[in-house]
Antibody, heavy 123, light 106 residues
Framework: QVQLVESGGGVVQPGGSLRLSCAAS????????MHWVRQAPGKGLEWVAF????????YYADSVKGRFTISRDNSKNTLYLQINSLRAEDTAVFHC????????????????WGKGTMVTVSS | DIQMTQSPSSLSASVGDRVTITCRAS??????LNWYQHKPGKAPKVLIY???SLQSGVPSRFSGSGSGTDFTLTISSLQPEDFATYCC?????????FGQGTKLEI
């Protein structure tokens, strides 16, 4: 079945780095754009980054620009998020999500999500 | 950035109730509005896309309406499995933004 499974979270000190992974299965990974979305404790969902199906374009939230890097390996059906210079406010569950578009080709939405991986930034 | 504001932030209801959640965008987003359901420890799930289109497999008791800046999600008859957090998200422009969420409690 269509599935996304995140990994790579953990406890890291401020200023540290992590690389998150998202393993995709059950669909043609190389045909779809992919997102990272996070949820800090007690807060709502926050969009973090997006990468086009072929990796040609990448977009970031201002809050992570210059510190986070989204990438993908279509030969491994895997999405990545390199997170550097971590701050306490980056503590969150990070979800990956598959992008989809409706039949008109205009309306985009995230139709498959993973359960997430927890990143805790603490000294 | 487009700000998305949901109301209420929390809501108490009973099984069988009809519930409406609203979402307002800080500028017109046409119908570029999606609704998600989120339960703790689980993957979020899309319910409605393009403001009013029901995602495949989602029960018909869920419906969405609106365009421009004002949108609503309606659950016609609450079921026990519907108690969760609901959030809206605009896909009109990057950065995509979410509402702060509405927690639906028994």
């Amino acid at each position: 079945q269509v599935q996304l499974v995140e990994s790579g979270g953990g406890v890291v000190q401020p200023g540290g780095s992590l690389r998150l992974s998202c393993a995709a299965s059950g669909f043609s990974f190389s045909s779809y754009g992919m997102h990272w979305v996070r949820q800090a404790p007690g807060k709502g969902l926050e969009w973090v980054a997006f990468i086009r199906y072929d990796g040609s374009n990448k977009y970031y939230a201002d809050s992570v620009k210059g510190r986070f890097t989204i990438s993908r390996d279509n030969s491994k059906n895997t999405l990545y998020l390199q997170i550097n210079s971590l701050r306490a406010e980056d503590t969150a569950v990070f979800h990956c999500a598959k992008d989809n578009v409706d039949s008109s080709g205009y309306y985009y939405y995230m139709d498959v999500w993973g359960k997430g991986t927890m990143v805790t930034v603490s000294s | 950035d487009i700000q998305m504001t949901q109301s209420p932030s929390s809501l108490s209801a009973s099984v069988g109730d009809r519930v409406t959640i609203t979402c307002r965008a800080s500028q017109s987003i046409s119908s570029y509005l999606n609704w998600y359901q989120h339960k703790p420890g689980k993957a979020p799930k899309v319910l409605i896309y393009a403001a009013s289109s029901l995602q495949s497999g989602v029960p018909s008791r869920f419906s969405g309406s609106g365009s421009g800046t004002d949108f609503t999600l309606t659950i016609s008859s609450l079921q026990p499995e519907d108690f969760a957090t609901y959030c809206c998200q605009q896909s009109y422009s990057i950065p995509y933004t979410f509402g702060q969420g509405t927690k639906l409690e028994i």
